[in-house]
């Protein structure tokens, strides 16, 4: 999770979002965690972004937050949009599946 303005607000008056405190992108450059594209120059950022990620301590409370307030841009709990998308996807499919319902 990047720490943006909005984010920070909401993390002020909420004390669930207390992860907030111990996470590695503080003091990253945000841009990085929210490319322009996922493509082309935007791959570099992306991989710098993991890279912070990967070391986070709250990574996987980021990702939960994520998830949960369907974050639709930037790298959030070391995954970008497309990851989460596919994520979202996979858990929305697997009880059809479990039950032999068709995907729809
Ligand atoms: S997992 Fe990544 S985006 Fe989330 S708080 Fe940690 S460093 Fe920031």
Redesign the pocket.
């Known amino acids: ?2 720490i943006t303005g909005l984010l920070s607000e909401h993390a002020a008056g909420d004390a669930r979002l207390d992860w907030w405190q111990a ?3 503080r003091t990253a450059d945000p841009d990085i ?1 929210f490319p322009v594209s996922a493509h082309g120059p935007g791959q570099h950022d992306i991989a710098r972004a993991k890279e ?2 990967a070391r ?1 301590p ?2 996987r409370q ?1 990702l939960q937050f994520a998830l949960a307030t369907h974050q639709v841009h930037g ?4 995954t970008t949009e497309e990851e989460r998308r596919l994520e979202m996807h996979a858990v929305a499919t697997v009880p059809a599946q479990r039950e032999g319902r068709a995907e729809g």
């Open positions: 999770m990047v996470a590695a992108c965690f912070i990620c986070c709250v990574r980021c790298v959030w709990g070391g």
